[in-house]
């Protein structure tokens, strides 16, 4: 099992900066896949942006020159920097891990932009 374990969210204002952390803890294997989904309100979960093992990464287009997502292997932490913050940016925001045991997800952690 793997557990992790988001922080970071909160309000801000158009145009603001948050950054979200995700730490990971339990059975990790050394390949796997993190990142960020988020849930608008009335929205259906989507893919925020995503980052493999050995380092390739992918964003929605609705994010792309604005959130930067990182990872550090050795402390099994995936982070999310967002910059130019948007209301359509409002939602709760997920981690996810994927490895070959299977795929797990964060509690959420809520975003809220206001304008």
């Known amino acids: 099992q793997v557990q992790l374990m988001e922080s970071g969210g909160g309000l801000v204002q158009a145009g603001g900066s948050l950054r979200l952390s995700c730490a990971a803890s339990?059975?990790?294997?050394?390949?796997?896949?993190m990142g960020w989904y988020r849930q608008g309100p009335g929205k259906q979960r989507e893919m925020v942006a995503l980052?493999?093992?050995?380092?390739?990464?992918n964003y929605a287009d609705s994010v792309k020159g604005r959130f930067t997502i990182s990872r550090d292997n050795a402390k099994n932490t995936v982070y999310l920097q967002m910059n130019s913050l948007k209301p359509d940016d409002t939602a709760v925001y997920y981690c996810?891990?994927?490895?070959?045991?299977?795929?797990?997800w964060g509690q959420g952690t809520q975003v809220t932009v206001s304008s």
């Open positions: 980052v493999t093992s050995g380092g390739t990464i």
């Open positions: 339990g059975s990790i294997l050394s390949v796997s896949t």
């Open positions: 996810h891990q994927r490895q070959w045991t299977g795929q797990y």
